[in-house]
């Protein structure tokens, strides 16, 4: 039951687990190209994850950052295929240790479980032998980091794009570093972007380019406000509107005024052009 929809996209499979079925924020795709698998869902959907990783022989798994619902069955699935899983440097011992997550978040997710993991390498071959890049990309955390398919032109955005706009910020999310890695992933050739909440975005370039501008505009916007004198909590009122029950029962945690203390902080001064800092590989 908790198997809410599948994919297909090309080679590419997709399948979104969630214990409830309230829009993208509480649902995961796990996604697989052939016997790699990214991400792995959370654990309290272990059960259906397993079915659809059996359908296939799973040789490699990689995980974008520590988030639970990315990594929570990290060690089960270790443990069921005998592989050791790659994952960021950044997110090694946060996974290797395990951390305590807020109730909210519990309720959706599930807790993660420890598992130990091994660095992704600058490059990662699949089955049919074509290249995938990881690509550092913090800003939503400090350890994000998608993967790039350059033959293939698609580009797995872990939690980087999720929608056009946000309407909310996590308090530990960091807005300028997040405009930068929006910057360097446009300059990669890309069609088509593979979301774990959203879903398989075709015009996925013009999608995350749009959610670039979108944010640009709103970091214009709010520091005008805030040159006339006006307050962030008034800012974000005038601008977003009133807190809703998720940042209440998340105890300010996800939030309309950490996005307008993040676009407070961008540096509208610096070029945009200056934000695109191509990987290397
Ligand atoms: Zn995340």
Known sequence: MPLRQRYQYDSVEGARFGRFNAGINTTFIVYRIGSTVIDTGPANQWRSVRRFLAEQPVEQLLITHHHEDHSGNGAVISREYGL?????????????????????????????????????????KLSDGSPLIPVHTPGHAKDLTCFFLPQQKWFFSGDLYISKMLKLLRIDEDFPMLMDSI?????????????????????????????????????????????????????????????????????????????????LKLDLGRPVTSRVVLPEY
């Open 84 to 124: 050791i899983p790659f994952a960021p440097k950044l997110a090694q011992a946060k996974l290797a240790s395990g951390y305590v997550t807020p109730l909210v978040q519990r309720l959706v997710w599930g807790s993660p479980r420890p598992v130990e993991t091994r660095p992704l390498p600058a490059s990662v």
């Open 183 to 263: 910057g360097k992933v446009l300059a990669l050739d890309f069609d088509v972007l593979f979301c774990p909440h959203r879903g398989i975005v075709e015009d996925g370039k013009a999608s995350l380019q749009a959610k670039f501008d979108n944010l640009l505009e709103l970091s214009v916007e709010v520091q005008a406000l805030r040159d006339k004198g006006l307050t962030p909590r008034e800012i974000s009122d005038r601008m977003l509107g009133v807190e809703g029950w998720l940042t209440k029962l998340s105890r300010y945690n996800i939030s309309r005024i950490n996005l307008i203390e993040g676009a």
